[in-house]
């Protein structure tokens, strides 16, 4: 069993920036695979980004340039730096992992999620 949980999130004007960090329980996080996902009102949950127990990466299309995933195996924790936020990013984000290796674009394949934290960019 893993426990995430997120921070970091809250209301932000266009342009800004944010940090969410996600922070997991267990002593294999290193072999996990990490995923940010977001979603917004009325709207499917949608990838954002993924990284490997090495560090390879994945971002989506719609945040390449902007939002960047990282993650400290030292300390447990996973990291969503967010850049030139725009009001389209307002959502709650979600933290997952996942057992297997791949950098999933797939929800459903995640085995662990926390419970969101709030993203609100204002125009």
């Known amino acids: 069993q893993v426990q995430l949980v997120e921070s970091g999130g809250g209301l932000v004007q266009a342009g800004g920036s944010l940090r969410l960090s996600c922070v997991a329980s267990g002593r294999i996080f290193s072999t996990y695979t990490v995923g940010w996902f977001r979603q917004a009102p009325g709207k499917a949950r949608e990838f954002v980004a993924a990284i490997s127990g090495g560090g390879a990466t994945r971002h989506a299309d719609s945040v390449k340039g902007r939002f960047t995933i990282s993650r400290d195996n030292g300390k447990n924790t996973a990291y969503l730096q967010m850049n030139i936020l725009k009001p389209e990013d307002t959502a709650v984000y979600y933290c997952?992992?996942?057992?297997?290796?791949?950098?999933?674009?797939?929800?459903?394949?995640?085995?662990?999620w926390g419970q969101g934290t709030q993203v609100t960019v204002s125009s």
């Open positions: 997952a992992v996942r057992s297997r290796v791949g950098l999933s674009v797939i929800s459903d394949v995640y085995d662990y």
